[in-house]
């Protein structure tokens, strides 16, 4: 699986930028798809999660309600909708894949070291 993020760059305060994750390769009807982000001299930390197949969601529970995940499955893609953006949501933005298996069906979405494949990540810098 190759994954492709895209979609970042610099906002004010207040702003929105929405995320896309493209994927090749291989059907990923086993896998679920997650957004992290890494700010400098910080553990990459779990955004939110999106079953791939069923399409079920989890989420950090300090971003719920400002950042949305979805997929379009026509187009293989992964979606990050971010609202009301922070100064503390600057970092660079990853998605990656993960077997449902492995992730024990959603409950360990939030373990970046279980994710199979990773995109090279995506800038977003939010201003004051």
């Known amino acids: 699986v190759q994954l492709q993020a895209s979609g970042g760059g610099l906002v004010q305060a207040g702003g929105s930028l929405r995320l896309s994750c493209a994927t090749t390769g291989r059907t990923l009807s086993r896998y679920g798809m997650g957004w992290f982000r890494q700010a400098p001299g910080k553990e990459r930390e779990f955004v939110a999660a999106?079953?791939?197949?069923?399409?079920?969601?989890s989420y950090r529970d300090l971003l719920k309600g400002r950042f949305t995940i979805s997929r379009d499955i026509a187009k293989n893609t992964v979606y990050l909708q971010m609202n009301s953006l922070k100064p503390e949501d600057t970092a660079v933005y990853y998605c990656g894949a993960v077997l449902l298996s492995t992730a024990m069906y959603g409950s360990r979405w939030y373990d970046p070291a279980l994710y199979e494949y990773w995109g090279q990540g995506t800038l977003v810098t939010v201003s004051s």
């Open positions: 999106i079953s791939w197949s069923a399409g079920g969601t």
